[in-house]
């Protein structure tokens, strides 16, 4: 449930599965897919189950019985030398627990499998949102080569009104050389954003083992960042969240360790049932015995005073988890409202002036109205500003991963309209 979710909160993909350009394409839905079902980390939580059933098992055995044999009186001296005084006893005997000791064991072995689940979800929502913040790294690298990619189509258009400049004797060929040197920072640009993005493909397909990825990812708009609800909503949901829901777990674990602690201040009782036969006579006899330890409520103490402690202690430690969720919640929460207004502010208002002025410095330009930095400069802020929107933009969909890791909810309530800071 959350996978799919999470995918519609986190980016605006298209369908999971297309071909393009002979390559498989996957969408952040096929990436949550490969990592639950490949990563070790949750393939060994299924093992550790194995092995806490086995412990479970092993806690619900009582004590053996045990057989015994002795022989007595023979090889001593006197009428103990030789074998007609032998007494040989054939016995029974085992252990009577007494306390409840069986019961608080079985509780503790239960209890412990049933932190388990919390546990595998808790590592799971984490290696879903380490696997989204990857993923959200070639979204990022994608951009950034489109962005200069539309720078390169501008400096290209700069070279080529240089070049006619330049055979008109309108200006030297120094702003021609400019132009050239600022092209190709642009291509510079665009090929630092494909290795990284080549880079991030393989730190993503990490995650599941692939040495030689060869995909692409779905179309998906970094800057299409949908409304969510205020923080303290949001913080009503870190209840839920595996992270506290554990500690419910871990109170009931300490609960059967107190328990099985203070079943320690009773007593076993030792009983032992035999068979003797005297040699000298040949009579057969019954023999019984009975052995508690004295002092056990005494002994128990120091165990039972530690597990409460250690009982008394998961509150406050559960407090300090809430609290430090409760921060980065809220710092989580601000990051991506300042990050959406700003990325909203540059969509509506700062981008499209600049568009204009842009295309105003060209024809201006073109007339030999204003001279080539001029325009160069308009160029290079309008790529900024670009790069600016989409940095923000990246930074609030990071901020976007943790809420819905930190809460394991969706939180979208409906998406904004695109942003179209990536238009030429």
Known sequence: MWLRLAAMAALSLAPCFSIAQQRQTMSLDDAFARVAETHPDLRLLGHRQHALLAQRDQALLRPPLRISAELENVLGSGDARGLQSAELTLGLASVFERGGKLDARRSLAERRIDTLAVERETRRLDLLGETARRYLAMVAAKSHREIAELDIAQRKRAVAGARQRLQAGASPESVVLTAQAALARAELDRDRAQQRYAAARQYLAALWGERAPGFDIARA?????????DAQALAA?????????????????????LQLARSDSSADLDWSVGLRRLQATGDFGLVAGLSLPLGAPARAQPAIRAAEADLASLEIERESKDMALYSTLIEAHGRYRVAQAEVVRLRDDVLPKLAKAEAAAERAYRAGAISYLEWAQLQSERTAMRRQQLEVALDAQRALIELQRLTGQPLVIAASAPAEGNTP
């Open 237 to 257: 949901l870190l209840d839920r969240t595996p992270e506290l829901r554990q500690f419910a777990d871990e109170r009931r674990v300490r609960e059967a360790r």
């Open 221 to 229: 708009d970094p800057l299409a960042l949908p409304q969510i609800d």
